[in-house]
Nanobody, 114 residues
Framework: QDQLVESGGGLVQPGGSLRLSCATSGIRFSIYTMGWYRQAPGKQRELVAMITSGSTTNYVDSVKGRFTISRDNAKNTVYLQMNSLKPDDTAVYYC????????WGQGTQVTVSS
């Protein structure tokens, strides 16, 4: 069964850091483009960062220099390191796998607040 499971969300103060993980199973992870999306209340889901099978990365402008996406093909896992977090980063973060199939995780809540 194809599955994406996110973890690592939580409550953090402004300026803090979090590392999200997305563990996958049932897919040939190494050939998939992996992405992190987020959706804040009342807003549309937006692409935050993506990494191709060749490890080319792309980021939305608002997180450039603060977030880093990476992948470990041996562990079938993609990560999102988030530094210098801001209240505007508060959202549910979703993992996405694009390849033979288009798959989504269940989401993990990130709340940035003092």
């Amino acid at each position: 069964q194809d599955q994406l499971v996110e973890s690592g969300g939580g409550l953090v103060q402004p300026g803090g850091s979090l590392r999200l993980s997305c563990a996958t199973s049932g897919i040939r992870f190494s050939i998939y483009t992996m992405g992190w999306y987020r959706q804040a209340p009342g807003k549309q889901r937006e692409l935050v960062a993506m990494i191709t099978s060749g490890s080319t990365t792309n980021y939305v402008d608002s997180v450039k220099g603060r977030f880093t996406i990476s992948r470990d093909n041996a562990k079938n896992t993609v990560y999102l390191q988030m530094n210098s977090l801001k209240p505007d980063d508060t959202a549910v973060y979703y993992c996405n796998a694009k390849g033979t199939y288009n798959l989504w995780g269940q989401g993990t809540q990130v709340t940035v607040s003092s």
